[in-house]
Nanobody, 124 residues
């Protein structure tokens, strides 16, 4: 089993930045890739970005390119999401997830392990 714990969420003003972290523990050798998703109130969960665990290759949803940067620190078993120029539409619960399958995927069903989520609120 792989356990994931997100942190770094909070309240930020429009135009601000925030960095989320996702710490992995347990059988981390099973991780091939990790991803970030978000879910706004009344909306479906949507893909944000993914990263390969070994090579650090990245993959973004088109709408997230340019403002969000995903990275990882293998020594710390931690993935990050740096978010810039935030706006109220970015308000959501942000989840990290891990997959033992192909890393370059935006499909929720491909991720077997999920964190509990961290709230990001952007005020106008």
């Amino acid at each position: 089993q792989v356990e994931l714990v997100e942190s770094g969420g909070g309240l930020v003003q429009t135009g601000g930045s925030l960095r989320l972290s996702c710490a992995a523990s347990g059988r981390t050798f099973r991780i091939n890739g990790m991803g970030w998703f978000r879910q706004a109130p009344g909306k479906e969960r949507e893909f944000v970005a993914a990263i390969s665990w070994s090579g650090g290759f990245t993959y973004y949803a088109d709408s997230m390119k340019g403002r969000f940067t995903v990275s990882r620190d293998n020594a710390k078993n931690t993935m990050y999401l740096q978010m810039y120029t935030l706006n109220p539409e970015d308000t959501a619960v942000y989840y990290c997830a891990a997959t033992s399958r192909g890393w370059r995927t935006s499909l929720i069903s491909e991720y077997a392990f999920w964190g509990q989520g961290t709230q990001v609120t952007v005020s106008s």
